[in-house]
């Protein structure tokens, strides 16, 4: 499958350098094949370059899910920057606010306990937010 194809420089002389951003980019490991085309069609193969999305974007895994109202729930952060500041909501489904807090985070792996956003809650469906200044991620908790 073809994700892009970049038009290059016509009898450059002169280093060209060129990039693309892959919006439809899947979490975990994604590959990609390098070719170039020149232009009497003979295809050069530049090799294959590994991606790895969860190193690299702000990424969030709630667990454990599903939980009790008695055991403590942890949200793991995986954010790219130095010291990022993450705001963590948990709302019922009909959008009303249970819990708020904000996190300050590392770059890397962050665990957020959220026994007191999660201790006594009813049996049911709820939605965890977490925003940074880059990102909204949603996660469904379903507590048993």
Do not use: C
């Not at 980019?25 to 991606?51: A, E, M, P």
């Not at 909501?89 to 904000?102: H, K, M, P, S």
């Amino acid at each position: 499958m073809i994700i892009t194809q970049l038009k290059g420089g016509i009898n450059s002389s002169s280093l060209l350098t060129y990039s693309y951003t892959d919006d439809q980019i899947l979490g975990g490991l994604s590959y990609y094949r390098l070719s170039q085309t020149d232009l009497n069609g003979h295809k050069t193969l530049l090799g294959i370059r590994v991606v790895n999305r969860n190193m690299l974007d702000f990424s969030v895994r709630l667990y454990p899910n599903p939980a009790s109202g008695s055991n403590p729930v942890h949200l793991l952060l995986n954010t790219p920057s130095e010291s990022d500041q993450v705001w963590v909501v948990i709302q019922d489904l009909n959008g009303r606010e249970i819990w708020a807090n904000t996190a300050i985070t590392s770059k890397g792996i962050n665990d957020i306990q959220l026994s007191e956003g999660t201790a006594g809650l009813a049996k049911g469906l709820y939605l965890i937010t977490a925003t940074s200044a880059q990102t909204v991620y949603k996660q469904k908790l379903l507590i048993q």
